[in-house]
């Protein structure tokens, strides 16, 4: 069985936070989050952390890299069937 992960937008969602919401959590500009629910690829362990805390998530069920290789991968596993 396939791991289950979601993306960091996904989790933000699911955690109730506007994109302004959880970049003032964090500390950050919500430009960079924005920048981070693209493109995951180069976050550290520690932005990781903070990502997986602020959402409540597992570090193992978030998504790290670009968005647009989740969606592609789960359009191909729903064409698999």
């Known amino acids: 069985m396939d791991k289950v992960q979601m993306t960091l937008e996904a989790a933000r969602h699911n955690a109730g936070y506007s994109q ?4 003032a ?3 950050i ?3 960079t989050l924005a920048a981070w629910e693209r493109d995951s690829s180069n976050l ?3 932005t ?3 990502l997986s805390a602020l959402y409540q ?3 193992n069920y978030l998504f790290f890299g ?4 989740f ?3 789960l359009r191909q596993r729903a064409a698999k069937g």
Do not use: F, N, T, W
Not at 20 to 23: P, Q, R, S, V, Y
Not at 66 to 69: H, L, N, R, V, Y
């Open 20 to 23: 302004k919401e959880a970049a």
């Open 25 to 27: 959590c964090l500390g």
């Open 29 to 31: 500009h919500y430009q």
């Open 44 to 46: 550290g362990i520690q």
């Open 48 to 50: 990781i952390e903070r």
């Open 57 to 59: 998530v597992p570090q």
């Open 66 to 69: 670009k968005k647009s290789d």
């Open 71 to 73: 969606i592609h991968a």
